[in-house]
């Protein structure tokens, strides 16, 4: 168990340009997350998916934003026209949802991608 | 809408003394969890202490332990025989059961030598 990884640790991009970043999960986890994080604030759920499935968005979630998770195992996020109010932490947790939902899952996080736009 | 507040911004404790951080919530719900999770600084978020809301007994982990009183929606975590490892910002979270979070706004905990 190598825990949740993603890349990069850091992206500086210019305002207007599209950023992606890659989130691997814990192996046998089948849950993935993505939060946001801005400075002095605690992380904001955005999405999530359950295997390959994205069951829910936040309304954070602008259009310029997209999540994928195409064989359930690593996920990518994709900011599209990138703006300075875009820059901050971009956490993606995962957990192990064995019983549909009757008891909730610890989420085990990974250590972030931060992004400046520029 | 769940809201988290942590009302103590930061904090400083002497290394081998005793802290409690503060935290409360508010809903509607009967059932729900609560966590709290330690981010070091330039390091991942790792989780500290998980309390079910049906437990009316007190999460405990090691050092760190729970003071959960439902009624009034409050949520405490106790750190004793703090040490220097323990400074990071400590972050208070909620979860109705459908583990999508919601978190306080953190309290920095620095640990005096």
């Known amino acids: 168990d190598t825990g949740v990884s993603q890349d990069p640790r850091h992206k500086i991009t210019k305002r207007g340009q599209n950023v992606t970043f890659r989130c691997d999960p814990i192996s046998e986890h089948n849950r993935l997350y993505w939060y946001r994080q801005t400075l002095g604030q605690g992380p904001e759920f955005l999405t999530y998916f359950q295997n390959e499935a994205q069951l829910e968005k936040s309304r954070l979630l602008s259009d310029r934003f997209s999540a994928e998770r195409p064989k359930g195992s690593f996920s990518t996020l994709e900011i599209q026209r990138t703006e300075q109010g875009d820059s901050a932490m971009y956490l993606c947790?995962?957990?192990?949802?064995?019983?549909?939902?009757?008891?909730?899952?610890?989420?085990?996080f990974g250590p972030g991608t931060r992004l400046t736009v520029l | 809408a769940q809201t988290v507040t942590q009302s103590q911004p930061e904090m400083s404790v002497q290394e081998a003394e005793t802290v409690t951080l503060s935290c409360t919530y508010d809903?509607?719900?009967?059932?729900?969890?609560l966590f709290w999770y330690k981010q070091p600084p330039s390091r991942q978020m790792i989780l500290v202490i998980r309390?079910?809301?049906?437990?009316?007994q007190n999460a405990t982990e090691n050092r760190f332990s729970v003071n959960f009183q439902k009624a009034a929606k409050s949520f405490s975590l106790k750190i004793s025989d703090s040490q220097l490892g323990d400074a990071a910002m400590y972050f208070c979270?909620?979860?109705?059961?459908?583990?999508?979070?919601?978190f306080g706004t953190g309290t920095r905990l620095t640990i005096i030598p």
């Open positions: 309390q079910e809301a049906y437990k009316q």
């Open positions: 809903t509607s719900e009967s059932d729900y969890y």
């Open positions: 947790a995962s957990s192990l949802s064995e019983l549909a939902g009757l008891i909730t899952d610890t989420q085990y």
């Open positions: 979270a909620y979860d109705p059961g459908n583990e999508k979070l919601t």
